[in-house]
């Protein structure tokens, strides 16, 4: 399989639509943060927490776009930055038209790279639901690490689950 072309751009209104498009995607609901059903003002809500958390270092969010078309195909973000540890939770969804051709394996090579440059971080942490085997690839291709499963982690109000912990550390070839 070739590598599918996409360019990560910081995420604005200007992507509101997309978003509000993926977080009505039943496997969205199903393995994000996104409640069910998400408030009418979600989309808006969630933009504006990731550039405040753009402004004050703490949380990123990138738009996952096709370069010919503008498309959107999805996020890619940094949910949680810890500068002081050098550390940052990672995440990534791609938008049901364009899985299963490595946009999400491309996006996540992108972000890690990011994270290691940008943030000068030492560690990268994934939370993945224990019933996401899509995810998990994604992961593994990417050179990610699965340390344990952290047992009915609060997820979103009224679900508790099991997520797992991947990781990857700078020093990781």
Not at 19 to 48: A, G, K, N, S
Not at 110 to 116: D, G, S, Y
Not at 119 to 126: G, P, S, W
Not at 134 to 151: D, P, Q
Request: without cysteine; charged residues 30%; hydrophobic residues 40%.
């Amino acid at each position: 399989m070739s590598t599918p072309p996409i360019r990560l751009v910081p995420s604005s209104l200007l992507h509101a639509a997309g978003m509000r498009d993926l977080i009505h995607d039943p496997d969205v609901l199903r393995f994000t943060r996104v409640p069910d059903p998400p408030p009418d003002d979600f989309v808006e809500t969630w933009l504006q927490r990731y550039a405040d958390g753009r402004a004050d270092g703490t949380r990123e969010a990138f738009t996952i776009e096709d370069p010919l078309d503008g498309r959107f195909l999805g996020i890619a973000v940094a949910p949680a930055i810890r500068r002081d540890e050098r550390t940052a939770e990672l995440g990534y969804v791609v938008h049901p038209d364009a899985r299963g051709r490595g946009v999400a394996t491309v996006a996540l090579e992108r972000l890690t790279a990011w994270a290691f440059s940008d943030l000068d971080a030492v560690r990268l942490e994934l939370l993945i639901s224990v019933d996401n085997k899509a995810s998990k690839r994604v992961a593994e291709h990417n050179g990610y690490h699965y340390e344990g499963t952290l047992r009915s982690m609060f997820v979103v109000p009224g679900r508790w689950e099991d997520s797992e912990m991947w990781s990857r550390l700078a020093t990781d070839r």
